[in-house]
């Protein structure tokens, strides 16, 4: 009776884990999705205190009360901006989770299966990675890593590293079956530090433009590592809900990487953005400044406005204040929409939450393909901090990095005025042509600062 409860129980999670999903996949639905998934989660973590056998109940306790705690703390203080943050750490922390798991069987006493003890380890190596990766992303979006780092073969040590961490993972199995004598705890040992050294690895010469790609790949291996300890432990909620997850952070992942028109080898191998200015001595041109008052009137006098954010909003928390332009414009009888590339931002849909934040109706919120033939209508494109997403050398220059990857067509517009805080490039390291076109004008400044004067100049037209 007590295993049909707790089998019922974690199909009922599963059911809620994948409507969740299905809710989060649009911002109308997000909220409930989220509600839906967290729902699930606690009728999965009451259904394992359920199961025969289980002990240290004042631990578990312990633990979720903890973990809830800094959780809900954290949740209350972080500020939108620093989502792709936090996101990055949970990714890490779900990997480590469940290379733990796989760690706390190993050295449990008694052999499993050949099966479970393959699966185990390839869970607890990919757990492990996802982990330190995690962190190391982390790192570089809140600024503790501020370069990338490369040097000569770095793609032949890091391949070798692997190598080494497969085979003392293989040595753990075969010692763990004993089919080969060894001190075993060793050899484990020696495997998780390999493992945690190569996600470090792995991730440090990835330029941070890519970060988006990189969080989103670490979440499907978090996924895919916690379905194989599912495995293990013979629990049907973990191997459903991980090989969901594990499948939704893949296909993004994907989408990602196709948005910027690269293989996802080439974002991981190529170190794409570690070191840039190579294209700025090719732009002609200079950048022709313009004042945020002059910047107001001609927007006040446009018919329609499309605005394109990008991290720099994100930086100076300007999503209200131009929001309040865009309600502005509209009080004038301007016809304003909102603009979004998928890889605008740090991380998947990091403009959509800030947007979402600030309050803007969702029907004017528009992907690339969805707005890139109403640019050539629009009297002026009003960019917030974006750079790499709108950089004409994408469809132009054969020679630059980003060719081929898909952008926002503002050079396309009758005027492109674009926010921005200096004159150095982006993220990615390369310079933007569309900043010394005859049609665009340059606004310095915080983009927050910047915004606040825009309301106030057109608000005077």
């Keep these: 009776m007590r295993n049909d409860v707790i089998q019922l129980s974690y199909i009922a999670a599963t059911v809620l884990f994948i409507l969740g999903l299905r809710g989060m996949s649009s911002p109308r639905a997000a909220r409930r999705g989220i509600v839906w998934a967290g729902v699930g989660m606690v009728i999965a973590t009451a259904a394992t205190f359920l199961t025969p056998g289980m002990g240290n109940y004042l631990l578990m306790v312990i633990a979720i009360g903890l973990g809830g705690g800094i959780a809900l703390a954290a949740g209350r203080r972080v500020k939108m901006t620093d989502m792709p943050q936090m996101v990055a750490v949970y990714n890490g922390m779900g990997g480590g989770a469940a290379a733990g798991i796989a760690a706390a069987e190993f050295l449990r006493i008694g052999q499993m299966p050949?099966?479970?003890?393959?699966?185990?380890?390839?869970?607890?190596?990919?757990?492990?990675?996802?982990?330190?990766?995690?962190?190391?992303?982390?790192?570089?979006?809140q600024g503790f890593i501020k370069k990338?780092?490369?040097?000569?073969?770095?793609?032949?040590?890091?391949?070798?590293?692997?190598?080494?961490t497969v085979a003392f993972g293989a040595i753990t199995v075969l010692q763990h079956l004993d089919v080969v004598g060894g001190p075993e705890h060793l050899m484990l040992t020696i495997f998780f530090t390999l493992a945690l050294i190569y996600g470090v690895l792995m991730t440090l010469p990835i330029g941070g433009a890519d970060m988006p790609v990189v969080i989103s790949l670490f979440n499907a291996l978090t996924g895919l590592a916690v379905a194989l300890e599912g495995y293990v432990l013979g629990n049907a909620a973990l191997i459903i809900a991980g090989t969901v997850v594990g499948a939704a952070g893949t296909l993004l992942t994907q989408l990602m990487a196709k948005a910027m028109n690269r293989s996802l080898a080439n974002v991981l191998f190529a170190g794409f953005g570690a070191h840039g200015g190579a294209e700025l001595a090719a732009v002609e041109g200079s950048m022709k400044e313009m004042s945020a008052d002059d910047a107001a009137a001609t927007m006040a006098y446009a018919q329609k406005v499309i605005i394109v954010p990008g991290y720099g909003m994100a930086v100076a928390q300007a999503q209200h204040k131009i929001w309040e332009l865009a309600k502005t414009l509209d009080e004038k009888g301007v016809e304003v929409k909102f603009a979004i590339h998928p890889v605008a931002g740090r991380m998947p849909g990091h403009m959509n939450v800030l947007l979402a934040?600030?309050?803007?109706?969702?029907?004017l919120i528009h992907d690339l393909d969805e707005i890139n033939a109403e640019f050539p209508q629009a009297d002026v494109a009003l960019v917030i901090g974006a750079n790499d997403v709108v950089n004409p050398a994408a469809r132009e220059d054969k020679g630059s990095p980003i060719y081929g990857m898909p952008i926002l067509d503002v050079d396309k517009a009758g005027t492109a005025l674009v926010i921005k805080r200096g004159r150095g490039a982006g993220f990615a390291g390369i310079e933007n042509r569309l900043f010394y076109a005859d049609?665009?004008?340059?606004?310095?400044?915080d983009a927050q600062d910047v915004a606040n004067r825009l309301v106030q100049g057109v608000k005077k037209m």
Excluded: C, H, W
Excluded at 148 to 164: D, E, K, R, T, Y
Excluded at 439 to 445: D, I, L, S
């Design 148 to 164: 990338s780092f490369l040097f000569p073969g770095q793609n032949i040590f890091n391949a070798a590293v692997l190598v080494a």
């Design 114 to 141: 050949t099966s479970f003890a393959v699966l185990g380890i390839a869970g607890a190596l990919i757990g492990a990675v996802a982990f330190s990766g995690s962190m190391v992303a982390f790192s570089k979006l």
């Design 357 to 363: 934040e600030a309050g803007v109706p969702y029907d």
């Design 439 to 445: 049609a665009t004008r340059m606004v310095f400044g």
